[in-house]
């Protein structure tokens, strides 16, 4: 709606071009510090430096930031992000910890305290410190019938395909088409990169199966360690 909206250590405020200068029209209150704050249309999700995440909305008519819900969990939240896969909003959240979370917002949910409180629908360990989630647009690629494990064990150039996803197409993958979906791109104080995003069912599958056959391969499950935590560590590369 043309309005900025900044973050400076506690107080969240919103300013409006009048004339040739800056002027704040709206503020609220955070916690302690925020750390993050990212927008999709009128909706504002910021993170805290110890009280987790708030989910704001802006209202126009009375120039007002709005408490939706929140996580009432602690968490140090290093960068949160929107993503979203068609109607359905979700939100990245990266703790200091290199714990990756994804909330909802459910309003219609029992568990969300009428709608007060966000729901963790995701939980898991990245091995990296995010510092930065960038919201990118991506497109739908649909994996061609033909596509099955057994070529993935032959050809290479397939296994990079899926590894991929909705990224590209080429080969056996069928033509782009434009979809509301947008992933979460991060890069770590390591300086590793990465993305996370929703994919389509059948490609979640595949990659299952390709997850299975590359933890059972002799070649990879070497030293007496892990092949899933290998794996893992590789794909972050």
């Known amino acids: 709606e043309g309005h900025l909206v900044v973050a400076g250590g506690n107080k969240i ?3 409006q071009l009048l004339g040739s200068e800056l002027g704040q029209i709206a503020f609220l209150d955070a916690p302690i510090y925020t750390t993050s704050l990212s927008t999709v249309k009128n909706f504002i999700l ?29 968490m140090e939240v290093a960068s949160s992000e929107f993503i979203i896969d068609g109607s359905t909003l979700a939100m990245l959240v990266a703790d200091n910890l290199k714990n990756v979370q ?39 690629c649909t994996v061609s019938n033909q596509l099955r494990v057994s070529e993935l064990k032959m050809r290479a ?18 033509d782009v088409k434009e979809v509301n979906r947008y992933a979460g791109f991060f890069s770590s104080y390591e300086g590793s990169m ?28 070497t030293y007496g360690l892990n092949p899933r935590v290998r794996i893992k560590s590789w794909w972050t590369l």
């Open 13 to 15: 405020l919103v300013f």
């Open 46 to 74: 910021i993170g805290d430096l110890q009280q987790s995440i708030f989910f704001l909305r802006w209202k126009e008519e009375n120039r007002s930031l709005n408490l939706l819900a929140q996580d009432f969990g602690e």
């Open 102 to 140: 994804i909330f909802s917002y459910a309003p219609q949910s029992s568990e969300s305290w009428q709608g007060k409180k966000l729901l963790s629908k995701s939980e898991f360990y990245t091995g990296c410190t995010i510092s930065k989630f960038v919201r990118v647009k991506v497109c739908e």
């Open 157 to 174: 150039d397939l296994v990079w395909q899926v590894m991929q996803g909705a990224f590209t197409a080429c080969g056996s993958l069928k």
């Open 194 to 221: 990465g993305y996370i995003m929703p994919l389509e069912e059948q490609v979640s599958r595949l990659l299952m199966e390709l997850t299975t056959l590359m933890t059972k391969r002799k070649e990879i499950n």
